[in-house]
């Protein structure tokens, strides 16, 4: 007997042992194949009887999770990443690939330093009153503590990577090729250290990236300020929506081209309140058509003056200082915050007669986005990447195919950016994360890069050098990590194997911060690399030339929004938990609604009425199981498909064997389902496979052809033999059919699938098990022609019975006119089943005229009319029959637009086009018989 299953579905009574098991046992480790070891003898089909050996290697799927933030925990973004992952992971896994997913946590500078001096605040304590040592002490402290959370989130919702692999990203291997690439682009002079203006958070000390600045829309004021000319009673007027900033201007540009100050070329200005000469500069910054045509130039605090100022040879004073208060060089104003400075300096504009006029005025501010700041353009000595060399290779990778973008869309968003790109910076003004590998000779002023702690200047010889206070930043190291986590710079076995990878998995908001980084450092540092032809040519990628791309494939999956559409937010009280939907609803129930909603460039409107409905689908699933082990004796080796050890080839259903027509119908739906959501998983449409699977097991299977056995079932007395048939045919099929779910729903097929087998299955998990493929001599055309036909007249006597209200244990009878013998033939072979399940009394032929009288319903094939005295609502049922025509005319006319389409033609599958077709010729029939059936009661 297999494993008795409780009789209501409890997700979280099995998730959580499952998760625990896949973890204990290691199921998804993977051993790296030897060159020697790497071929392997697959057989041609499951179970085929052939037996033919291919001699070929194994094809390889790798993928690199995004490492989420130590300080993270889990939320919907995550959800759905991981999910998309899980289930390509889970199906290349059962298709006999070797698959590795590769799980690790990013160290997250700025995020990281936060949590633990907001600890400390708590304390009463500020980690410069610690110092940098014990600081980054306490920082590991709180990383063992805490930082693992989400990673045991992960474990508890069954994310089949190698756990045996985690990595972090200052683990000491990876520390070491952070310093090696740092120091081999010094090496290369695509590093340099500089004075530039950089955006700069004042709360969090540091410069930040231009990605890292998030800009905002918000109603500003722009202020007209007039500078005196110097020896003339004239003025230049300059607009400005920082006016704190004129106290560190160096010049006044106009255009050459402006006839409007030609006369005040080479002259100078009177800078208000400073009382400080400036020049009049000649400049393409100023633009004659905007404004007054004149500009104030600041090269210290504006990244267009600063250009300007170097062009110019101007003086670059800066009046703030790290914390956005003004400095000495702001005068009477030392001292202010930047705000409070504004007011004052506005005040005293006025008060002087400097200022013109103030106008409301639409400002782009720019925030820190981690933590909301209003980021202040700074002149600060920063480490660069000169990034365009590194540009190049990246933009090539894209455009000559080696890489792959999904969806196309972003291919171009990419490639704008990339041709846009500016040089990054890369120092950070923290003290958790990577430090940067530079000391600087405080005796001779020697600066040295090295992949070591240097014992002494290597120029003069003292035994002082300091290191760089600066760390790098995040994306840095986590730029590497395709190839830092498979051993480089060591050339390793795993590298030759696994990199490049397959897939990244990701979301657009981090296609620049990483994925363009990954792409530049991995075609630069793993220029010559080369795959393991054999695995290569094996997984598909025979033809690509560079094995330098970080990944042969991106996919750019969307955003969860609210039911309403509306992105979550904490401001709006909208966010959903993850783990509080699962807690509800289960993980399986969670992961189907992610997949089943997950169309390629749409964002998901995440409802949990939605789950709800997957959690009743899990709930049929379970009945369906209970259903099948009440009905029988043993389950053993014999009542189950064969299972090769190492083959990938397992089409259609071994051993399933037919001896009626929905033994043939439902062997040819399964070989359906499985190559349609085989194709929608090879091109990324979870939505596609979820639903297609969703309509296979509930509909196809639960529904129809489950209701369809039963009376087999039920006669073992009368007939053993045929009982024990259609057993092994149930237990075979569902057995197939978990299989085919298990990617998206793994806990309940895991759980039935062990049950199934006694507890001793062929392998330690459905999981290693192989997955269904399509075996097309498995289709049955006629089988799912003549199963049409009984779908057609049990829905439309169900839906009759339903508009007479009859009564729902009350038989009706039924009479019905083909033009079609065949038709005629398969509802008289089926008359039994017609009974039962319709709940019909007699199924009689009768005339065209007689069969369209209501209460009737009419398809291609048949009229159908239910003899059941009840007064028919004349009015009611010519509204209903005026709809069914308005339905029918609206197919027609969708049909002629696609088939009078030459684009669509050229592109669509033909047998799509010859079902169109198909289709068009049966509403036709429709059409006649409806309007038909309005002229009989007088619509």
């Known amino acids: 007997m297999p494993h008795e299953l409780p009789k209501t579905y409890e997700p979280g009574a099995i998730e959580a042992r499952w998760a625990e098991y896949w973890v204990r046992e290691k199921l998804f480790h993977v051993e790296t194949p030897s060159s020697q070891s790497q071929r392997s003898d697959h057989f041609d089909s499951e179970g085929s009887g052939r037996g033919r050996p291919l001699h070929t290697a194994k094809p390889v799927f790798t993928l690199l999770l995004p490492p989420p933030n130590v300080t993270g925990r889990l939320h919907m973004g995550h959800m759905l990443n991981q999910t998309q992952m899980d289930i390509l992971v889970r199906w290349h896994r059962m298709r006999g690939f070797i698959t590795l997913w590769l799980p690790g946590t990013d160290h997250a500078g700025i995020a990281t330093q936060m949590m633990v001096e907001r600890q400390l605040a708590k304390e009463g304590k500020q980690r410069r009153d610690m110092g940098r040592e014990e600081f980054v002490k306490r920082v590991w ?105 004129m106290l560190g201007d160096t010049a006044v540009a106009v255009n050459a081209s402006d006839e409007r100050y030609t006369h005040l070329h080479g002259k100078k200005v009177l800078l208000p309140l400073m009382k400080r000469e400036i020049p009049i500069i000649l400049d393409e910054i100023a633009k004659p058509e905007f404004g007054t045509g004149a500009v104030k130039i600041t090269p210290a605090h504006d990244p267009n003056d600063f250009e300007a100022g170097k062009r110019h040879g101007l003086a670059q004073i800066e009046v703030m200082d790290l914390h956005a208060q003004m400095n000495e060089n702001a005068g009477p104003y030392k001292g202010l915050d930047r705000y409070e400075a504004r007011a004052a300096v506005l005040a005293d504009l006025k008060e002087q007669g400097f200022l013109v006029a103030e106008k409301d005025y639409t400002v782009a501010l720019g925030k820190c986005d981690r933590c909301g700041t209003v980021v202040e353009p700074r ?151 080369r795959q393991d032809a054999a695995m290569k040519q094996a997984s598909g990628y025979g033809d690509k030339k560079d094995d330098s791309v970080p990944f042969r494939n991106v996919y750019i999956h969307a955003l969860v929004r609210d039911a309403e559409r509306q992105k979550m937010s904490k401001t709006k009280g909208n966010v959903l938990d993850p783990i509080e939907v699962i807690e509800q609803y289960g993980t399986d129930a969670t992961r189907f609604t992610l997949a089943a909603m997950a169309a390629p460039g749409t964002d998901i409107a995440f409802s949990e009425s939605r789950t709800a409905g997957y959690r009743n689908f899990a709930n049929k699933i379970w009945n369906a199981a209970r259903f099948m082990f009440m009905n029988i004796e043993r389950v053993d080796a014999g009542l189950r498909p064969g299972a090769t050890e190492g083959g990938c080839n397992y089409a259609g259903i071994a051993g399933f064997r037919p001896v009626s027509l929905e033994d043939r119908w439902i062997l040819s739906r399964f070989n359906r389902a499985a190559e349609d959501v085989n194709k929608s998983l090879e091109m990324y449409r979870f939505d596609e496979a979820a ?45 197939a059919s978990l ?17 199934m087998h006694e507890g001793k299955p062929p392998k330690k998990s459905i999981a290693l098990a192989p997955y269904p493929e399509a075996d097309e001599m498995q289709f049955d055309i006629p089988a799912e022609i003549q199963m049409a036909i009984l779908q057609d007249l049990i829905v439309s006597v169900r839906n009759l019975r339903a508009e007479l209200k009859v009564e729902p244990k009350a038989r009706v009878s039924i009479e019905v006119f083909s033009h079609d013998p065949e038709t005629w033939n398969v509802i008289q072979n089926n008359r039994e089943a017609i009974q039962r ?56 006319a969708n049909g002629q637009r696609q088939l009078s389409n030459e684009q669509f033609l050229a592109k669509a599958p033909a047998k799509v086009v010859e079902g169109l077709k198909t289709r068009a010729e049966e509403l036709k029939v429709l059409r006649a018989k409806t309007l038909a059936k309005l002229k009989e009661i007088g619509g």
């Not at 250290?193 to 955006?199: A, F, P």
């Not at 709360?203 to 110097?230: F, M, N, Q």
């Not at 990590?481 to 795993?494: A, I, M, N, Q, V």
């Open 141 to 245: 402290e709180w990383k063992r503590e805490y930082g693992g959370a989400i990673l045991e989130q992960m474990k508890r919702l069954g994310a089949s990577v190698d756990w045996g692999r985690e990595y972090f990203t200052m683990d000491e291997n990876l520390s070491r090729a952070v310093r090696e690439v740092f120091v081999r682009l010094y090496e290369e002079g695509l590093i340099y250290r500089g004075k530039y203006i950089v955006n700069w958070c004042p709360r969090c000390e540091t410069a930040i990236s231009d990605l890292e600045v998030k800009h905002e829309e918000v109603s500003g004021k722009l202020w007209e300020i007039r500078y005196p000319v110097v020896g003339t009673d004239e003025f230049i007027t300059v607009a400005t929506t920082r006016p704190e900033t």
């Open 379 to 529: 002149l600060s000595e920063q480490w660069f990447v000169k990034i365009k060399p590194l540009a190049e290779k990246a933009i090539a990778a894209v455009e000559s195919g080696e890489i792959t973008i999904v969806p196309e869309n972003y291919k171009q968003i990419y490639l704008n950016w990339m041709y846009n790109i500016h040089d990054w910076t890369i120092s950070r003004q923290l003290w958790w994360g990577h430090r940067i590998p530079v000391w600087h000779c405080g005796n001779c002023g020697e600066v040295i890069v090295a992949r070591e702690t240097p014992s002494s200047c290597p120029k003069c010889g003292s035994a002082k050098p300091e290191q760089d206070t600066d760390v790098l930043d995040t994306w840095f190291s986590s730029g590497l990590l395709p190839f830092t986590t498979l051993g480089w710079p060591e050339k390793t076995r795993d590298a030759e194997v696994f990199y490049p990878t397959t897939l990244l998995i990701t979301a657009y908001e981090i296609l620049f911060f990483w994925v363009a980084r990954m792409i530049m450092f991995g075609c630069h540092f793993m220029a010559g690399h």
């Open 691 to 735: 639903n297609r699977i969703y309509d296979f097991f509930w509909g196809d299977l639960c529904d129809w052809y489950i209701e369809l056995i039963k009376p087999r079932l039920t006669s073992e007395n009368g007939n053993p033999e045929e009982f024990a048939k259609t057993i092994r045919n149930l237990t075979t099929l569902f057995e």
């Open 739 to 755: 299989r085919l779910l298990h990617p998206i729903m793994p806990f309940i097929t895991e759980e039935i699938w062990h049950a």
């Open 837 to 892: 399940i319709a709940g019909v009394q007699s199924v009689t032929d009768t005339s065209e005229s007689q069969a369209r009288q209501a209460p009737s319903r009419s398809t291609s094939r048949f009229d159908v009319r239910v003899d059941y005295e009840k007064k028919i609502d004349v009015a009611a049922e010519r509204e209903r029959l005026a709809k069914e025509l308005e339905k029918i005319e609206k197919e027609i």
